[in-house]
């Protein structure tokens, strides 16, 4: 069992940035492939990213290239999202997502590929 807690969303203007963050607790001893998803108001949840265990390989939809970065620091059991150059677009319910996996290059970016998800943290970019 793994329990994810996202932090760090909030209010930023267009064209600002957000980092946020996701801890996790419990089964941290195996492997875990990562994910971040969101959900704007009357949208279906949408992948945003995906990383490897080994943080080697990611994956981010195409919305989001070249602004987001996803990455983990494994021995604090934490992954990260940079979102850089925001848009109104990007408002939405923010969670990260994890999946034991045998490989540590393995990733997902579909969200019936994960175990285990996190609350949700808001994320609200203003015009």
């Known amino acids: 069992q793994v329990q994810l807690v996202e932090s760090g969303g909030g209010l930023v203007q267009a064209g600002g940035s957000l980092r946020l963050s996701c801890a996790a607790s419990?089964?941290?001893?195996?492997?875990?492939?990562m994910g971040w998803f969101r959900q704007a108001p009357g949208k279906e949840r949408e992948f945003v990213a995906a990383?490897?265990?080994?943080?080697?390989?990611?994956y981010y939809t195409n919305s989001v290239k070249g602004r987001f970065s996803f990455s983990r620091d494994n021995a604090k059991n934490t992954v990260y999202l940079q979102m850089n150059s925001l848009k109104p677009e990007d408002t939405a319910v923010y969670y990260c997502a994890a999946r034991a996996t045998y490989y540590s290059g393995s990733y997902y970016p579909t969200g019936s590929s994960y175990d285990y998800w996190g609350q949700g943290t808001q994320v609200t970019v203003s015009s």
């Open positions: 990383i490897s265990w080994s943080g080697g390989n990611t």
């Open positions: 419990g089964r941290t001893d195996s492997k875990y492939a």
